[in-house]
C-alpha cells in the first residue's frame, strides 16, 4: 500500500451460500479479510491470537478461529459467519433463543458462541449440558456467566428438532 | 407510578430492544466503523516502568511513505483525569514514563501496517528512575516522586475518619478480634478492545465514536485537552463489547485519535490490542486491609475500625473515591455503632487502577466477610443466624451518615440457607464441633435460619467438601456527580409524532447491561404501548441530554426515574386532549396495549397515535423531558462525598466446594445467590447480571489477577487472553438464583441495581466455604492451589492454619476526622478539632 509494491491476492470462495471474490493483501487473515475487505463485521476479534473464540466462523461446516486462518487459505472454501446464519429474515432459531434468553449481553461474543453452537447441534441434535459446555470451552464470555449461552442452545437443538421447549420459570425469574 | 393498575411491561421478560441486532451481527461496535479514507492509529507506548524521556527522535518515522502525522507529549500540554482533584494523565507523555504501557508517541497512517513500521522507527531515548513496585515502597520511598502531587512522597491519598468512639465500643465488647487480609488486583477483560474514531468534519466541527461507559466525561475531557468550545464536539458511545468499569476514565487514545482526524482532515481510527487493554487497566486495585471488630456474646458488633491500603499504579483515575469506598460501605450491612476508617492509596510504577464492578468494594467486602466467619467460630455462633440477627434496620441512617430505605438482605439470607441445605450441611467441625447449639445466642421467633426444627448440627459434609455464607450491599448510583454541581444526573427527553411513534433520548450508555431496553420498558409501561414501537436514541452527546454514565450502579435507578418523569407529562397532555375528546373526566383515562380509553367504559377509547394527534392538535409537537436528582445526603463531612445513594441493593450468598488436599485445587459446585432487586423491570436481564456477576466473583476469588515479573521492572507477566486466568465454560459453576422483591421508594416502581452488588458476596462466600472443607484460611485473593496447599502444610506441621499477610505497615494516620454518630445526637458534621483535644 505505501509504496505501490504489495499485490493484492485475489480468490473465489463461497461466503454464507453466495459465490463471492475479494482481493486483499496475501499476509491478511480471514478475519481481517472478512471485517476489512468484505465489510462482514459481524465477526468480532479480543485477541486477535487464538485465544478468546470471539472471531469463530465455520469454514467447511466446521468452526475454525478466523484469525488463525490466513484468508488465501479460503481459497474455493465455504466461509459461513454471523450475516449468514439467519434465512433472509428468518432468524436462525439459535438468533432467536439468544435474544430471547438474553443469552447476548453485550453481544460481543454472541457472534462466536453462535456459529460454534450451529456446529454442535448438527453434529449432535440433542446435546447434554455437558457437550455443550466442552464444545463451547474455547470461547470466553465476560457477561453472562454461560448459563443463558447453555440454556440457548438448549432450547435452539430443541426447536431444530421440532420440539416444543419452554424455558423453566426459575430461569427467567429466579427460583420462587 | 403505575397509578395501582396492573403492569403490561415491568416485571415481564422481554427481550431486549436491541437483542435482534446482537444476535445478527448488526450492532456497530467502535472498531465496526470504517469511514472513507479513514486512518489507522497506533500508540507507542513506554517499555520502560519509570523513566524520564531525554529525547524523541521522529525523523526516521515521518520519512515512512503513509505516514500523515505523528504526535507526541507536546502536543498535549493539558493534563486531565476523571476526577477534578486528580488531573494528572497527558495524552501523550510529556517528560516522562510512569509505568510499561505508558503512551509516548502516536501515529496516524494509511493503514495499521504502516502504522505498525512507523512506531518501531521512532527512536526514544530515556534515562531510568527508580521504579515504585509495592504498597510499601509507596508509602515509605519518597523519593523519586511517580507524581508531584498528593499527601506527601509517592502516596497519593490518606484518610482518616472517625464516627463515634471506636474505642469506647472495644471497651464494650465480649470479644474484639482483629485479621488481616490481601485482596490482589484484577482487571474487567471485556471482550471487546477498546477503539476510538474521531472525524473532523466539513463544518469544522468533531466526532468521536468511542467505546466508552462516560461520554459525557468523554465530551469534558476533549474541551479542556483539545481548546475547543464544546459544542463543536460531538461524542457519541457506541455499544460497549463489555465495560465493567474499565471504559470508565477518559483514554488517551480517545483524545489522540481526535487530535490526529483535527491534524490531518480525515477520520482516524485507534484499536487497541489486548495487550493494550491490559496497559488501560483500571482495574480493581490490589488492597492490603487490617480489620478489627469490637462484638458481643450474641456477634453484635459494638464497633470496628477498618484500614486499607491501595496500590494504585500509575495516575489518579478514579483512585480518591475507590480509597474512599473501601472503607465506605461496611456500615449499610450489618449495623455498626461506632466506626473509624483509615485507607491510603500510593502510586506505584504500574498500569493504573480503578473502577471495576463493585468499585473498591469487593475488597473490603471480601475482608469483612471472612472476618466475621472467623469471629462467629470464636463464638461458637453459626454464621449465617450470627448475620441474619444484626442486620442494619430498614429506613435508618448508619454511623456514618448513608441512609438506608429499603433492605431485603434478611430474606436474602433466608432463601440462600434454605436452598443450600445450610442447616444440614454446616458446622465448625473441625476446631469445635457441634459448638452451634450451645454457643447460639437466644434467637428471635422470626428467624427461621435459627430456629428451623431439626437442626442437629452435626457436620454431615465429607472432608474436602464445605460450605460458606457471605452477604453484601451496594449503591444504586453514587449520590454525588464527579464534578460538583447542581444540575441533574440524568435527562431524558421523549419526542411523540402525529403517527405513534415515540422517541426516548437519553444520555446512557448501553455496556450489554440494557439500559436502552430499560427506557423503552419503563417509557412503554407509563403510554400503555409495546416497547418495540419505541425508538431509543442514546449516547450521543449532540442529540441527548446528559446523563452522567453508565457506572456505580445508576442508570436503572436515574434514567429510570427521568423516563418516568418525562413520559408521565406526556402521558398528562395525551389525556387532557383524549378526556376531552372522549367527554370523560381526566382521571377516568387509562394507557394500555396502545390505547387510551375510558377505564370505566373501555370500548370507549381511541388508539394511541390518534391520542398523540389529538395531543398535538391541542398543544402543538409534543415532547417532554423528565430529569432525576439523587436526595440530598445527611452527611455534611470532608469525604460524606462517597457512599451515599437513593438505595441500596442486597445480596446472600452460599458457596459449596470442593478442596482436593492432595492438590489444593478449589472446584466451586454450585452457588446459592439471592438478591434483592427492589423490583425487577425485566427479571430476565436481572438474571443474566446475577449469573454474570456470579461468574465474574468466581474468577476474582479463585484465579484472576494482574501479576507483575518479580524485579524492579514491574512488566505485567501475562497480558493475553491466555495466560490471564479466566473462567471457561468449564470452571462456571451451577448457580441458584432468587429475586428478592423489596421496592424501594427511591426506584423506578421500585427498582433497585444488579449490576454490581451480587458480584461481593461470591469471593467471601468461597473463601469461608474453603475454610469449612478442609480448615484452612486463605486470606489473600485469589485462593489459588499453591496457597491452599501451602496453609494445608502449616496446618499439618500445627501452624496457624493460613495463607495471608500476617502485619500492616506502620503508617502515620493523619488525625482522624470526628463525627458524632446519629444515634449521639450528631448532625453529621465534622466536630471542631479543638473541642476533640479540649
Same mark, same amino acid.
Given at each position: 500500500?505505501?509504496?505501490g $509494491?504489495?499485490?493484492?491476492?485475489?480468490?473465489?470462495?463461497?461466503l454464507?451460500?453466495?459465490?463471492?471474490?475479494?482481493?486483499?493483501?496475501?499476509?491478511?487473515?480471514?478475519?481481517?479479510? !472478512?471485517?476489512e475487505?468484505?465489510?462482514l $463485521?459481524?465477526?468480532?476479534?479480543?485477541?486477535?491470537?487464538?485465544?478468546?473464540g470471539?472471531?469463530?466462523?465455520?469454514?467447511d461446516?466446521k468452526?475454525?478461529l478466523?484469525?488463525?486462518?490466513?484468508?488465501?487459505?479460503?481459497?474455493?472454501?465455504?466461509?459461513? $459467519?454471523?450475516?449468514?446464519?439467519?434465512d433472509?429474515?428468518?432468524?436462525h432459531? !439459535?438468533?432467536? $433463543?439468544?435474544a430471547?434468553?438474553?443469552a447476548?449481553?453485550?453481544?460481543?461474543?454472541?457472534?462466536?458462541?453462535?456459529?460454534a453452537?450451529?456446529e454442535?447441534?448438527?453434529?449432535?441434535p440433542?446435546?447434554?449440558?455437558?457437550?455443550?459446555?466442552?464444545? !463451547?470451552?474455547?470461547?470466553?464470555?465476560r457477561?453472562?456467566?454461560y448459563?443463558?449461552?447453555?440454556?440457548?442452545?438448549? !432450547?435452539?437443538?430443541?426447536?431444530?428438532?421440532g420440539?416444543k421447549?419452554?424455558?423453566?420459570?426459575e430461569s427467567?425469574?429466579?427460583i420462587? | 407510578?403505575s397509578n @395501582?393498575?396492573?403492569?403490561?411491561v415491568?416485571?415481564?421478560?422481554?427481550?431486549?430492544?436491541?437483542?435482534r441486532?446482537?444476535c445478527?451481527g448488526?450492532?456497530?461496535?467502535?472498531? &465496526?466503523?470504517?469511514?472513507?479514507?479513514?486512518?489507522?492509529?497506533?500508540?507507542?507506548?513506554?517499555?520502560?516502568?519509570?523513566?524520564?524521556?531525554?529525547?524523541?527522535?521522529?525523523?526516521?518515522?515521518?520519512?515512512?511513505?503513509?505516514?500523515f502525522?505523528?504526535?507526541?507529549?507536546?502536543?498535549?500540554?493539558?493534563?486531565?483525569?476523571?476526577?477534578?482533584?486528580?488531573q494528572?494523565e497527558?495524552?501523550?507523555?510529556?517528560?516522562?514514563?510512569?509505568?510499561?504501557?505508558d503512551?509516548v508517541a502516536?501515529v496516524?497512517?494509511?493503514d495499521?501496517?504502516?502504522?505498525?513500521?512507523?512506531?518501531?522507527?521512532?527512536?526514544?531515548?530515556y534515562?531510568?528512575?527508580?521504579?515504585?513496585?509495592?504498597?510499601?515502597?509507596?508509602?515509605?520511598?519518597?523519593?523519586?516522586r511517580?507524581?508531584?502531587?498528593?499527601?506527601?512522597?509517592?502516596?497519593?491519598?490518606?484518610v482518616s475518619l472517625?464516627?463515634?468512639?471506636?474505642?469506647?465500643?472495644f471497651?464494650?465488647?465480649?470479644?474484639?478480634?482483629?485479621?488481616?487480609?490481601?485482596?490482589?488486583?484484577?482487571t474487567?477483560?471485556?471482550?471487546e478492545?477498546?477503539?476510538?474514531?474521531?472525524h473532523?468534519?466539513? &463544518?469544522?466541527?468533531?466526532?468521536l465514536?468511542?467505546?466508552?461507559q462516560?461520554?459525557?466525561?468523554?465530551?469534558?475531557a476533549?474541551?479542556?485537552?483539545?481548546?475547543?468550545?464544546?459544542?463543536h464536539?460531538?461524542?457519541?458511545?457506541?455499544p460497549?463489547g463489555?465495560?465493567f468499569g474499565?471504559?470508565?476514565? /477518559?483514554f488517551?487514545?480517545e483524545?489522540?485519535?481526535?487530535?490526529?482526524?483535527m491534524?490531518?482532515?480525515?477520520?482516524? =481510527?485507534?484499536?487497541?490490542?489486548?495487550?493494550?487493554v491490559?496497559y488501560?487497566?483500571?482495574?480493581?486495585?490490589?488492597?492490603?486491609?487490617?480489620?478489627?471488630?469490637?462484638?458481643?456474646?450474641d456477634?453484635?458488633?459494638? %464497633?470496628?475500625h477498618?484500614?486499607?491500603?491501595?496500590?494504585?499504579?500509575?495516575?489518579?483515575?478514579?483512585?480518591?473515591?475507590s480509597t474512599f469506598?473501601?472503607?465506605?460501605?461496611?456500615t449499610?450491612?450489618?449495623?455498626?455503632?461506632?466506626?473509624?476508617?483509615?485507607?491510603?492509596?500510593?502510586?506505584?510504577?504500574?498500569p493504573? *487502577?480503578?473502577?471495576?464492578?463493585?468499585?473498591?468494594?469487593?475488597?473490603?467486602?471480601?475482608a469483612?466477610?471472612?472476618?466475621?466467619?472467623?469471629?462467629?467460630?470464636?463464638?461458637h455462633?453459626d454464621?449465617?443466624?450470627?448475620?441474619?440477627?444484626?442486620?442494619?434496620?430498614?429506613?435508618?441512617?448508619?454511623?456514618?451518615?448513608?441512609?438506608?430505605?429499603?433492605?431485603?438482605?434478611?430474606?436474602?439470607?433466608d432463601?440462600?440457607?434454605?436452598?443450600?441445605?445450610?442447616?444440614?450441611?454446616?458446622a465448625w467441625?473441625?476446631?469445635?464441633?457441634?459448638?452451634?447449639?450451645?454457643?447460639?445466642?437466644?434467637p428471635?421467633?422470626?428467624?427461621?435460619?435459627?430456629?428451623?426444627?431439626?437442626?442437629?448440627?452435626?457436620?454431615?459434609?465429607?472432608?474436602?467438601? @464445605?460450605?460458606?455464607?457471605? *452477604?453484601?450491599?451496594?449503591? *444504586? @448510583?453514587?449520590?454525588? /456527580?464527579?464534578?460538583?454541581?447542581n444540575?441533574?444526573?440524568?435527562?431524558?427527553?421523549?419526542?411523540?409524532d402525529?403517527q405513534?411513534?415515540?422517541?426516548?433520548?437519553?444520555?446512557?450508555?448501553d455496556?450489554?447491561?440494557?439500559?436502552d431496553?430499560?427506557?423503552?420498558y419503563?417509557?412503554?409501561?407509563?403510554?400503555?404501548?409495546?416497547?418495540f414501537?419505541?425508538?431509543v436514541?442514546?449516547?450521543?452527546?449532540?442529540?441527548? #441530554?446528559?446523563?452522567?454514565?453508565?457506572?456505580?450502579?445508576?442508570v436503572?435507578?436515574?434514567?429510570?426515574?427521568?423516563?418516568?418523569?418525562?413520559?408521565?407529562?406526556?402521558?398528562?397532555?395525551?389525556?387532557?386532549?383524549?378526556?376531552?375528546?372522549?367527554?370523560?373526566?381526566?382521571?377516568?383515562?387509562?394507557?394500555a396495549?396502545?390505547?387510551?380509553?375510558?377505564?370505566?367504559?373501555?370500548?370507549v377509547?381511541v388508539?394511541?397515535?390518534?391520542?398523540v394527534v389529538?395531543?398535538?392538535?391541542k398543544?402543538?409537537?409534543i415532547?417532554t423531558?423528565?430529569?432525576y436528582?439523587?436526595?440530598?445526603?445527611?452527611?455534611?463531612?470532608?469525604g460524606?462525598?462517597v457512599g451515599?445513594?437513593?438505595a441500596?441493593?442486597y445480596?446472600?450468598?452460599?458457596?459449596?466446594?470442593?478442596?482436593?488436599p492432595?492438590?489444593?485445587?478449589?472446584?466451586?459446585?454450585r452457588?446459592?445467590i439471592?438478591?434483592?432487586?427492589g423490583?425487577?423491570?425485566?427479571?430476565a436481564?436481572?438474571?443474566?447480571?446475577?449469573?454474570?456477576?456470579?461468574?465474574?466473583g468466581?474468577?476474582?476469588?479463585l484465579m484472576?489477577e494482574?501479576s507483575?515479573?518479580?524485579?524492579?521492572?514491574?512488566?505485567?507477566?501475562?497480558?493475553?487472553l491466555?495466560?490471564?486466568?479466566?473462567?471457561?465454560?468449564?470452571?462456571?459453576?451451577?448457580?441458584?438464583?432468587?429475586?428478592?422483591?423489596?421496592?424501594?421508594?427511591?426506584?423506578?416502581?421500585? %427498582? =433497585?441495581?444488579?449490576g454490581?452488588?451480587?458480584?461481593? /458476596?461470591?469471593?467471601?462466600a468461597?473463601?469461608?466455604?474453603?475454610?469449612?472443607?478442609?480448615?484452612?484460611?486463605?486470606d489473600e485473593?485469589p485462593?489459588?492451589?499453591?496457597?491452599v496447599?501451602? %496453609?494445608?502444610?502449616?496446618?499439618?506441621?500445627?501452624?496457624?492454619?493460613?495463607?495471608? #499477610?500476617?502485619?500492616?505497615? &506502620?503508617?502515620?494516620?493523619?488525625?482522624?476526622?470526628?463525627?458524632?454518630?446519629?444515634a449521639?445526637?450528631?448532625?453529621?458534621?465534622?466536630?471542631?478539632?479543638?473541642?476533640?483535644?479540649?
Open positions: 500500500m505505501t509504496n $509494491t504489495k499485490q493484492k491476492a485475489h480468490i473465489s470462495l463461497t454464507n451460500g453466495e459465490p463471492c471474490e475479494v482481493a486483499f493483501a496475501p499476509h491478511k487473515t480471514l478475519l481481517e479479510v !472478512l471485517r475487505d468484505l465489510g $463485521t459481524g465477526t468480532k476479534h479480543g485477541c486477535e491470537l487464538g485465544e478468546c470471539t472471531c469463530t466462523v465455520l469454514v461446516g468452526s475454525i478466523s484469525c488463525l486462518m490466513l484468508g488465501l487459505d479460503a481459497e474455493d472454501r465455504c466461509v459461513e $459467519t454471523i450475516e449468514g446464519m439467519a433472509g429474515a428468518t432468524l432459531p !439459535l438468533q432467536e $433463543t439468544f430471547d434468553t438474553g447476548a449481553q453485550c453481544g460481543y461474543c454472541s457472534p462466536g458462541f453462535m456459529l453452537a450451529k454442535l447441534i448438527e453434529k449432535s440433542k446435546p447434554s449440558r455437558d457437550e455443550i459446555k466442552e464444545a !463451547l470451552s474455547g470461547n470466553l464470555c457477561c453472562t456467566g448459563i443463558k449461552i447453555y440454556e440457548a442452545v438448549e !432450547l435452539a437443538a430443541a426447536k431444530m428438532r420440539e421447549m419452554e424455558l423453566p420459570r427467567l425469574f429466579g420462587e | 407510578m @395501582g393498575k396492573p403492569l403490561n415491568v416485571g415481564k421478560p422481554f427481550r431486549k430492544v436491541d437483542a441486532a446482537k445478527t448488526q450492532t456497530k461496535f467502535a472498531d &465496526d466503523i470504517f469511514l472513507p479514507r479513514m486512518l489507522a492509529c497506533k500508540i507507542l507506548r513506554s517499555h520502560e516502568p519509570h523513566a524520564r524521556i531525554k529525547n524523541i527522535d521522529l525523523s526516521k518515522a515521518l520519512a515512512l511513505p503513509g505516514v502525522a505523528i504526535v507526541t507529549g507536546k502536543d498535549f500540554p493539558i493534563p486531565y483525569g476523571i476526577l477534578p482533584v486528580s494528572d497527558h495524552a501523550l507523555c510529556i517528560d516522562k514514563v510512569r509505568f510499561v504501557g503512551p502516536a496516524a497512517a494509511i495499521e501496517d504502516v502504522a505498525f513500521d512507523a512506531m518501531n522507527l521512532i527512536e526514544v531515548e534515562e531510568r528512575l527508580q521504579t515504585i513496585t509495592s504498597i510499601e515502597e509507596g508509602l515509605f520511598v519518597e523519593e523519586p511517580i507524581h508531584e502531587y498528593g499527601d506527601g512522597g509517592n502516596v497519593h491519598k490518606k472517625e464516627f463515634g468512639d471506636v474505642d469506647e465500643g471497651a464494650e465488647a465480649d470479644l474484639v478480634r482483629e485479621d488481616t487480609f490481601f485482596y490482589e488486583g484484577n474487567h477483560l471485556p471482550m478492545q477498546h477503539a476510538a474514531v474521531a473532523f468534519d466539513a &463544518d469544522q466541527k468533531l466526532t465514536w468511542s467505546s466508552t462516560t461520554p459525557h466525561y468523554v465530551h469534558r476533549l474541551v479542556k485537552v483539545l481548546e475547543i468550545p464544546a459544542s464536539i460531538r461524542v457519541i458511545a457506541t460497549n463489555g465495560g474499565g471504559k470508565s476514565d /477518559p488517551n487514545h483524545v489522540v485519535v481526535s487530535k490526529l482526524a491534524m490531518t482532515g480525515r477520520p482516524v =481510527k485507534c484499536t487497541l490490542t489486548r495487550e493494550e491490559f488501560c487497566h483500571r482495574g480493581r486495585h490490589p488492597v492490603l486491609m487490617h480489620v478489627k471488630t469490637g462484638v458481643k456474646k456477634g453484635a458488633i459494638t %464497633a470496628m477498618f484500614k486499607s491500603f491501595l496500590d494504585g499504579g500509575a495516575y489518579g483515575s478514579y483512585g480518591v473515591a469506598y473501601t472503607g465506605a460501605l461496611q449499610v450491612t450489618y449495623d455498626v455503632p461506632r466506626y473509624k476508617f483509615e485507607g491510603a492509596r500510593v502510586f506505584t510504577n504500574k493504573p *487502577c480503578g473502577p471495576k464492578r463493585g468499585h473498591g468494594t469487593p475488597q473490603p467486602r471480601y469483612l466477610e471472612v472476618h466475621l466467619d472467623k469471629i462467629a467460630e470464636q463464638l455462633l454464621p449465617a443466624a450470627m448475620r441474619r440477627q444484626h442486620l442494619v434496620p430498614p429506613n435508618t441512617v448508619t454511623a456514618n451518615y448513608l441512609r438506608i430505605g429499603s433492605m431485603g438482605l434478611g430474606e436474602c439470607i432463601k440462600v440457607v434454605e436452598g443450600s441445605d445450610w442447616r444440614s450441611k454446616f467441625s473441625e476446631s469445635v464441633p457441634g459448638a452451634i447449639a450451645t454457643g447460639s445466642p437466644s428471635r421467633r422470626t428467624d427461621p435460619v435459627a430456629t428451623a426444627p431439626g437442626t442437629d448440627l452435626i457436620r454431615r459434609l465429607p472432608y474436602g467438601r @464445605g460450605i460458606g455464607i457471605a *452477604c453484601s450491599s451496594y449503591i *444504586c @448510583g453514587a449520590g454525588l /456527580p464527579i464534578y460538583w454541581n444540575m441533574p444526573q440524568s435527562g431524558v427527553q421523549l419526542r411523540l402525529r405513534g411513534g415515540v422517541c426516548v433520548m437519553c444520555g446512557s450508555t455496556i450489554g447491561q440494557g439500559s431496553s430499560i427506557l423503552a419503563i417509557v412503554a409501561e407509563v403510554l400503555g404501548i409495546d416497547p414501537d419505541i425508538r436514541v442514546t449516547a450521543d452527546t449532540d442529540l441527548t #441530554p446528559v446523563d452522567l454514565g453508565s457506572y456505580s450502579s445508576r436503572t435507578l436515574m434514567t429510570g426515574n427521568a423516563a418516568i418523569q418525562a413520559a408521565e407529562r406526556a402521558r398528562e397532555l395525551l389525556t387532557l386532549a383524549v378526556a376531552e375528546k372522549l367527554g370523560v373526566p381526566i382521571e377516568n383515562i387509562s394507557f396495549e396502545r390505547r387510551a380509553f375510558d377505564v370505566e367504559n373501555p370500548e377509547g388508539s394511541f397515535a390518534e391520542a389529538l395531543a398535538e392538535s398543544f402543538g409537537t415532547g423531558v423528565g430529569s436528582s439523587p436526595p440530598r445526603s445527611p452527611g455534611k463531612y470532608k460524606a462525598g451515599p445513594s437513593p441500596y441493593s445480596s446472600a450468598a452460599v458457596a459449596e466446594v470442593d478442596v482436593d492432595s492438590t489444593g485445587i478449589v472446584t466451586v459446585e452457588i446459592w439471592a438478591h434483592d432487586i423490583k425487577s423491570i425485566n427479571p436481564l436481572v438474571m443474566g447480571q446475577v449469573e454474570g456477576s456470579v461468574y465474574m468466581l474468577g476474582e476469588i484472576e494482574m507483575y515479573r518479580a524485579n524492579r521492572n514491574v512488566v505485567h507477566k501475562f497480558p493475553s491466555l495466560e490471564y486466568k479466566s473462567p471457561t465454560t468449564l470452571e462456571m459453576c451451577d448457580v441458584k438464583t432468587y429475586l428478592i422483591e423489596d421496592p424501594d421508594p427511591n426506584g423506578p416502581f421500585g %427498582a =433497585k441495581e444488579v454490581q452488588g451480587p458480584l461481593l /458476596p461470591v469471593m467471601p468461597v473463601a469461608n466455604a474453603v475454610y469449612n472443607a478442609v480448615g484452612v484460611r486463605i485473593v485462593i489459588t492451589p499453591e496457597k496447599l501451602k %496453609a494445608l502444610r502449616e496446618k499439618e506441621r500445627g501452624r496457624d492454619p493460613r495463607f495471608g #499477610p500476617t502485619s500492616i505497615p &506502620d503508617v502515620d494516620w493523619p488525625e482522624p476526622l470526628r463525627v458524632l454518630t446519629p449521639e445526637g450528631g448532625d453529621g458534621r465534622e466536630m471542631p478539632r479543638v473541642a476533640v483535644h479540649s
